[in-house]
């Protein structure tokens, strides 16, 4: 098994792309603590990966707050004993034109989509360092590498989660942690559903392709460093 072994923290995992990343770890040997807002769902993923024979953790947590992410992480550290990866994959999107867009839904979603992640980096930092290892890997967007009209405060969160990306890569080497990016396009989700409903899906991504991608990344060899992956649809024009 790839991930024999490791322990997982995954984000936005009751639903979509998290819930598709976290079976795809678990059925590899994986522990994983499923992060999300809904009980109902994170509570039905942590006992898909228990059928799996893995450990399974569900914890509430509103990843945008401080309070909430130090709780998750403390709570994961007692019940798994350590985070070898911590995915983060929880996201919000509110598409509409930039002189429509409320000041609110710009703050959310810059807090969901970048300032969560900082929030997780930093609190997993001191049990990656002691361990001298760990894999980082940020769900971002096409949208953090193109500009998409309508989409200005999606775009800024992502164009920022790439940078930040980058940058951590950078920073955290000396202490052997890996930091990725995988930057999807369309892919059929609830949230692209709610965001884009008059949008025809039939050949969009699957959340199970995206997480085949972080599973790559999950079990790369420490010798290797991959910054950004883009997966697109396959009828697409490359970026």
Known sequence: ????????????????????ITLAFAKEGCDVAVI???????????QAVRDLGRKGVAIPCDVANHDDVVRAVTTTVNALGKIDVLVNNAGCACFKPFEELEIDEWRRTLDVNLTAVFLFVRAVLPVMKAQRAGRIINVSSVAGVKPIANQSAYCASKYGLN???????????????G??????????????????PERDKTNW???????????????????????????RRFGSDPL
């Open 36 to 46: 999300a807002r809904t009980q109902e769902q994170i509570d039905a993923t942590a």
């Open 179 to 196: 930091v990725h990016a995988i930057c999807p396009g369309g892919v059929d989700t609830e949230l692209s559903r709610q965001a884009m």
């Open 205 to 231: 991504l699957l959340p199970e392709d995206i997480a085949q991608t972080a599973l790559y990344l999950a079990a790369l060899s420490p010798r290797a460093a991959v910054d950004e992956i883009v997966v």
């Open 1 to 20: 098994m790839l991930l024999q072994g490791k322990t997982a923290l995954i984000t936005g995992a009751g639903r979509g792309i998290g819930r598709a």
């Open 163 to 177: 940078g930040l990306t980058r940058v951590l890569a950078m920073e955290l080497r000396p202490y052997g942690i």
